[in-house]
Structures are given as C-alpha cells and as structure tokens.
C-alpha cells in the first residue's frame, strides 16, 4: 500500500483511535498525514518541522517543547517555542519526562519509618529530632559536607535515568556501559541546557567551533 492510500485509511473521527495511533498502526509517519492550513510555503515549512520532530521523537522521547526548539534551531530552523507546542500538538506527542510536582506526597500518606536529611542544623536541632523520636520515626543523616556539592550530580543521575535508563531495557552489564556512554556523548555534544543558555556542555567548555569539531 503506498502512501497516499495510507493517509485515506486514517479516519479522524474515530472515537476509539487516536490519529497518532492510526498512523502508528498503518505505519505511516505521523508528518505526512497533517496538512496545516495557509500559504504552500509556510504548508511545506511545517510539514519539514514535523517530518524532524516525529523523526527526533523517536530518537529522545523525553524532548518537550523547549528541547524540541533547540534541535531545530540547530537544524537551521529559527522557530519559536509557541510554534513547536502547537506542532506537537498537532501530531499529539508528548515528552514522557516527569511532569512537575509528580513527586509531591499525597495528603492521606502517613510518616515514614525512616527519614533522611542532610545534616544542616535545621535538621539536627532537638525540636526536629525529638518530633521525628516521638513518632516513632527513625532518624539517619548525610556524612558531613557542603549541601550543593550533591545537588549538581543528583540532578545528573535524574536525567540520565529518565533519558536514558528508564527508556532501554538492559540484560548485561556491558550492554548498560555501551548505553551510558552513548548517553554522555549525547549530554556533551548535543543536548542543550538552559542554565548555559541552550548551549551544551562541549560547547562551554571548548567553544563551539572545537566542540562541533569534536562531535564530527
């Protein structure tokens, strides 16, 4: 079945499957099937920025819209963030990253058996620790050091298990090693960071020019 017969398959008015699944099922790109309205210039625009964004998509699941804008301004596309939600939208894709606040506890949770802090005096103070004894609850701290030191690499680890390792399933040891390190090269050479205003890490370090020398 060709393409064109493909796209005639898809039905958006089926309650039961999304258009994204149709074409998922049929095996068909889901840029190929949408046709934004207006100019054919600005039609044929934003069918390539679908084409590469269904494309990275699979490549990154994890990409939301800001990351998604950065690959595609290094594409050579200087699109605006308002323009890629909407695309994404369009193809109904979403980053599988955590949204915000998932990890805030639900009202109905009781105290812990054990809870771990730091050892910042807010912490080690007696009204905090005889609250914590009172309840029952068994109390363990952090060796001594400065707090921002574990804040930088816990942040690392949340993004290579979300990015990475919970999206690959690894039966050997050597096969999660291979994995890692095709992490870390994408995290130096590819992956923007806000905090170095959407450069990446090799290009901080090196300068850009060196850094895409590096990654070539």
Known sequence: MNVDKKINCIDPKDSDLSISRQC???????????????????SNVNLELMRLIDKEFLRHPFYGS??????????GFPVNRKRVQRLMRLMGI????????????????????????DQGSQYTGNTFTGALKESGIKISMDGKGRCMDN???????????????????????????????????????????????RKTPAEVYWGKAVAHQMAA
């Open 151 to 197: 804040i930088f690499i816990e942040r690392l680890w949340r993004s290579v298990k979300y990015e990475k390792i919970f999206l690959e399933e690894y039966e050997t040891v050597a096969e999660l090693i291979t994995g890692l390190k095709e992490y870390f090269e994408f995290y130096n050479f590819e992956r923007s960071h806000q905090s170095f205003s």
């Open 94 to 117: 979403e980053s599988v990253a955590p949204k915000p606040n998932t990890s805030r506890p639900r009202k109905e949770h009781k105290s812990p058996e054990i809870f771990n802090t």
């Open 24 to 42: 998922d099922l049929l095996g068909l790109p889901r840029s190929l099937y949408y046709r934004p309205s207006g100019s054919t210039f600005e």
């Open 66 to 75: 800001r990351k998604m804008r950065d690959y595609l301004n290094r594409q």
